[in-house]
T-cell receptor, first 113, second 114 residues
Framework: QKEVEQDPGPLSVPEGAIVSLNCTYSNSAFQYFMWYRQYSRKGPELLMYTYSSGNKEDGRFTAQVDKSSKYISLFIRDSQPSDSATYLCAMQEGAGGGNKLTFGTGTQLKVEL | EAGVAQSPRYKIIEKRQSVAFWCNPISGHATLYWYQQILGQGPKLLIQFQNNGVVDDSQLPKDRFSAERLKGVDSTLKIQPAKLEDSAVYLC????????????FGSGTQLSVL
């Protein structure tokens, strides 16, 4: 079993839809949870991160963590064609340097006009 | 602020040849990472530097891969000899450090081994 599982998609939605992207994990030591966005032929860029369980909102994006279920989600409201990209979840065990990130495989999202 | 610079952008080689990638991180970022991203997969950490020193190289295939970070700034990653399964995008990232590792990635070098 992989430490982090993510549905690879592709996921295709119409413009304006609410998108839900999810990851599950097996390592209960993960404390920090991130979402990266990767456009084609580009490196990933950090969208947002959360610590432990709970929700965090940033504009049209909401990150949700449920540590009891080992499940994290990223919601995108009012999706736009510019949101078309691959979304990678990433997780970190402890705080500070030396704690490597474990990435999911990424979900490819396409938002169509 | 300039981002993470990587070169070359693309490289095509034959198996058993050698290849080197170069990375210049964001100024002031002490931590530098090399990741391997195979098509359809998430990035996999190869090596992490903190200034000049290696923090984690547990997933670096040391019989063929080597990396160095000179004077705590630029870094090179080398593969010698290359295998077909080394075909991937090699991403360099840097971070300032802190509680959460916020990585800034370069655009990567796409390597094709024929």
């Amino acid at each position: 079993q992989k430490e982090v599982e993510q549905d690879p998609g592709p996921l295709s939605v119409p413009e304006g839809a609410i998108v839900s992207l999810n990851c599950t994990y097996s390592n209960s030591a993960f404390q920090y949870f991130m979402w990266y966005r990767q456009y084609s032929r580009k490196g990933p860029e950090l969208l947002m991160y959360t610590y432990s369980s709970g929700n965090k909102e940033d504009g049209r994006f909401t990150a949700q963590v449920d540590k009891s279920s080992k499940y994290i989600s990223l919601f995108i409201r009012d999706s736009q064609p510019s949101d078309s990209a691959t979304y990678l979840c990433a997780m970190q065990e402890g705080a500070g340097g030396g704690n490597k990130l474990t990435f999911g495989t990424g979900t490819q999202l396409k938002v169509e006009l | 602020e300039a981002g993470v610079a990587q070169s070359p952008r693309y490289k095509i080689i034959e198996k058993r040849q050698s290849v080197a990638f170069w990375c210049n991180p964001i100024s002031g970022h002490a931590t530098l990472y090399w990741y391997q991203q195979i098509l359809g997969q998430g990035p996999k950490l190869l090596i992490q530097f903190q200034n000049n020193g290696v923090v984690d190289d547990s997933q670096l295939p040391k019989d063929r891969f080597s990396a160095e970070r000179l004077k705590g700034v630029d870094s090179t990653l080398k593969i010698q000899p290359a295998k077909l399964e080394d075909s991937a995008v090699y991403l360099c990232a840097s971070s300032l450090g802190g509680l959460v590792e916020k990585l800034f990635f370069g655009s990567g070098t796409q390597l094709s081994v024929l």
